[in-house]
């Protein structure tokens, strides 16, 4: 048995072997013997669609004296809530804005928070006592400013169908949600996401330290529908310190979502531990709900989404016979691809929507299928990038042997 305090004396002197969830995996697939000396902790992580997530922050408005409080607020067209605290006739507003609120179709509040860690702009617009004040702002220029979740990393998702013939708009698709049985979209990252790697929260619990949106963080506890079977954790951090390629947004069929990361490393102390970290893709329930209430329907695995499939889309651009409207570049639910083919790297997620829209075959990627009573469906969208995911992964390794991240003690369990 190792203590937390052994384990991070061995990362203050680089002694400390720290693995990413993918590099243990491989480890364990190739039937290597893994014991608690041969690994100190392991960084496990999630990127994907989290509607939970939510900012708060001051921002700066007008002049001292401008207005006295203001009834309504919006950062780049997105509506926000002002207060709790009204700020009497300080010309500042503190607010709340949600990552699922929308500008338009296409921009929303997580496009938003992106933006603003990216440094750009933002047109800040308020309504007080019948007038209205703008201003611009940067993230610098926000002196207070916080991503907080009131629910991230399910430990495992569903995957949906729609088992009528109406299409159905839903957040869970790009184009609509086909039917009887036609597609399924999915969202997870299975193997490494972090609470399927702690099944007994030995090391996630109140006050773990993180990385949300690639900033240092804190557990804040349980999320909002956690149950013992599907915990999911809420946590927070400044945006200050966030990296824009670990968040972001994302058109759906019912208007723009939220992405948002979570990586947290699981310090490697006892056997029990290490058996939690050696799960795979195949050992991790995939629920299949009916988009329509969420009801249970079947269970596969993670292994029908990550295994033997492409994490990454490939972009074949001599196959392009530029069709003056390119259903891939329309439907792209990031806005990655460009006139010429080109996929920005830093905006895909590797959803896959552009192989399914592309009638050339520009765009490929094996996605999977699940396999169902009614026969077998294939899965059409990925809302979580598991590619993305084990960046972060590496991220949150680099930074503990850097000696920039220590892993913490819990305070109290979840
Ligand atoms: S996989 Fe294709 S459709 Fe999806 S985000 Fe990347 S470029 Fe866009």
């Given at each position: 048995m190792k203590t937390i305090e052994e384990i991070n004396q061995k990362i203050a002197n680089k002694e400390a072997i720290i693995l990413t969830a993918a590099e243990l995996k491989l480890m364990v697939r190739d039937g290597k013997e893994v014991?608690?000396?041969?690994?100190d902790v392991v960084t496990t992580g999630t990127f994907g669609v989290m509607s939970g997530t939510m900012a708060v922050m001051m921002v700066p408005v007008a002049e001292?004296?401008?207005?006295?409080?203001?009834?309504a607020i919006w950062l780049n067209g997105v509506p926000a809530q002002p207060g709790?605290?009204?700020?009497?006739?300080?010309g500042v507003v503190d607010l709340v804005i949600n990552g699922?609120?929308?500008?338009n179709e296409q921009y929303g509040g997580g496009h938003l928070f992106r933006d603003l860690v990216k440094g750009k702009t933002i047109d800040v617009t308020v309504e007080a006592h019948g007038k209205q004040y703008e201003n611009q702002v940067t993230l610098d220029e926000i002196e207070f400013a916080r991503i907080i979740t009131t629910?991230?990393?399910?430990?495992n998702y569903n995957a949906l169908i729609n088992p009528a013939s109406p299409t159905i708009n839903t957040i869970f698709s790009v184009t609509g949600l086909t039917g009887p049985f036609t597609e399924t979209t999915v969202s997870g990252c299975g193997e490494i996401n972090p609470l399927q790697n702690d099944p007994s929260h030995r090391s996630i619990g109140v006050g773990t330290r993180v990385l949300l949106n690639g900033a240092p963080g804190y557990i804040m506890g349980k999320g909002t529908?956690?149950?013992?079977?599907k915990p999911n954790v809420s946590a927070y951090a400044d945006?200050?310190?966030?990296?824009?390629?670990?968040m972001g947004g994302m058109k759906t069929a019912h208007g723009p979502e939220c992405l948002t990361s979570l990586a947290v490393p699981i310090p490697v102390l006892d056997e029990e531990i290490l058996s939690g970290l050696k799960i795979l893709d195949q050992n991790v329930p995939l629920p299949v709900a009916?988009?329509?209430?969420?009801?249970?329907?079947a269970k596969v695995n993670y292994g029908n989404v990550w295994?033997?499939?492409?994490k990454v889309i490939r972009a074949e651009?001599?196959?392009?016979?530029?069709?003056?409207?390119?259903a891939a570049m329309r439907t792209c639910p990031t806005e990655a691809i460009s006139n010429d083919c080109a996929i920005n790297r830093d905006l895909c997620?590797?959803?896959?929507t552009c192989t399914l829209q592309c009638s050339e075959g520009v765009f490929l990627a094996r996605l999977g299928s699940i396999e169902l009573a009614e026969g077998t469906v294939p899965i059409?969208?990925?809302?979580?990038?598991r590619a993305r995911a084990e960046r972060l992964c590496t991220m949150l390794k680099n930074r503990i042997l850097e000696h920039k991240f220590v892993p913490t003690k819990m305070l109290e369990p979840l």
């Open positions: 014991t608690v000396d041969d690994v001292k004296n401008s207005f006295e409080r203001a009834d709790p605290c009204p700020n009497e006739r300080l699922t609120a929308h500008a629910r991230l990393a399910f430990k529908r956690a149950s013992p079977d945006m200050k310190d966030m990296n824009p390629t670990m009916d988009v329509n209430g969420r009801t249970a329907h295994g033997g499939t492409d651009k001599d196959r392009c016979l530029h069709h003056p409207d390119c997620i590797n959803c896959g059409s969208l990925r809302q979580s990038d």
